[in-house]
């Protein structure tokens, strides 16, 4: 109880599951919530022996509008307070926009953008008050590139994400909460086999694009302790981030849409 506790979303995999083994080393006890029951299980077992820290799992599913209130009041009901939040849950839905259905569209807004702010909202007036606090809420390169067709809300959702932890960043400084928007490129995980473009991705894609979780992980700490509002993890990506700052908008909007269809499901 005298450890702090960090709650990590879509904890079950990829990033998610890496955020988790970091923060039991740094001895974080760790609040671990996704869908996947059996998956959050394995991890918790996992972290407890190999670091001695608690481990609390909660299945949910933030697609459900009540389900960021309800982790928060199981937290609450055993004492605890979230003194580190790791907004990671994430996915791609495949298709545009037109041929989409809207409760499929919605459900993906909850996820990837009402929920990571009530979370944060929720959350952040406490760190404030015990002045210590760590947000790190997990983007997308493709939050800093121009859109492209396909998949349509996801980088609208990144690029939010990005511009919402930024605001965060400057309210919480002066009260020791440290906001990082993480921004990975391609990184091995679960994502593309849960939106059906693994095969698409692994042959149109040279592996030198791709990051292990570890790595980007480990950069997002290090940022969100360092207090820099935005981490563009590898070499790579801060390169493509750059480029794609220093072209004029209609060049980059023309390169996407020439380039965009290689990793878009239709």
């Not at 944060?120 to 997308?140: D, K, L, Q, T, Y």
């Not at 894609?205 to 791709?210: D, I």
Request: with cysteine; net charge positive; proline share 4%.
């Amino acid at each position: 109880m005298d450890r702090k506790l960090a709650l990590v979303t879509g904890a079950s995999a990829g990033i998610g599951a890496a955020f988790a083994r970091v923060l039991a080393r740094q001895g974080y006890d760790l609040a671990l919530t996704a869908r996947r029951a059996e998956r959050l299980e394995a991890l918790a077992a996992e972290v407890r022996e190999r670091h001695g820290v608690g481990a609390l799992t909660i299945a949910a599913d933030l697609a459900d509008p009540a389900a960021p209130g309800l982790i928060l009041e199981r937290l609450g009901a055993q004492g605890r307070q979230v003194d580190a939040l790791i907004n990671n849950a994430g996915y791609g839905l495949p298709g545009t926009f037109a041929e989409t259905g809207w409760d499929d569209q919605a459900a993906f807004v909850q996820v990837m953008v009402t929920a990571p702010c009530e979370l944060a909202h929720r959350v952040m007036g406490g760190m404030a008050e015990r002045r210590f606090g760590r947000i790190v809420n997990v983007a997308s390169l493709a939050g800093l590139l121009p859109a492209a067709a396909g998949h349509t809300l996801y980088a609208a959702s990144k690029a939010f994400l990005v511009r919402f932890s930024q605001s965060l960043h400057l309210e919480g400084r002066a009260n020791g909460v440290h906001v990082t928007a993480l921004c990975p490129g391609f990184t091995y995980s679960e994502f593309h086999d849960v939106n059906g473009t693994r095969a698409l991705a692994d042959a149109s894609t040279p592996r030198w694009l791709w990051m292990d979780a570890g790595p980007v992980v480990d950069a997002g700490w290090r940022a969100v302790e360092a207090n820099r509002p935005v981490c563009v993890p590898g070499g790579v990506n801060k390169a493509i981030a750059a480029f794609a700052r220093a072209l004029p908008e209609d060049w980059a909007l023309a390169l996407m849409a020439s380039q965009g269809g290689r990793l878009r499901k239709t």
